[in-house]
């Protein structure tokens, strides 16, 4: 059974930094294309950062802010986000893609405020 699990989401204030950790099972995970998107109230869920083997790639609202990473040993990926704005505020979910097989997590809240 495949499972996604993330975690570290929080309440932060503008300017701060918040960790996200999308721990994966069930799947080789070492070849999947692993992503975390995003969904605010009222909007479409939008990609913000992937990681393959060997690549990333990054929205153009984060770049420079935020940075994806993969731990293989741990099957865990990470988000590290810097310099939060309120218009940062939405569920943080992660993605696995490999092939035709996608697989979700349940997401993690952010929420930025002053």
């Known amino acids: 059974q495949v499972q996604l699990v993330e975690s570290g989401g929080d309440l932060v204030q503008p300017g701060g930094s918040l960790r996200l950790s999308c721990a994966a099972s069930g799947i080789s995970f070492s070849i999947y294309t692993m992503g975390w998107y995003r969904q605010a109230p009222g909007k479409q869920r939008e990609l913000v950062a992937a990681i393959t083997r060997t690549s990333t790639d990054y929205a153009d609202s984060v770049k420079g802010r935020f940075t994806i990473s993969r731990d293989n040993a741990k099957n865990t990926i990470y988000l590290q986000m810097n310099s939060l704005k309120p218009e940062d505020t939405a569920v943080y979910y992660c993605?696995?893609?490999?092939?035709?097989?996608?697989?979700w997590g349940e997401g993690t809240q952010v929420t930025v405020f002053s």
């Open positions: 993605k696995a893609h490999w092939t035709f097989y996608d697989y």
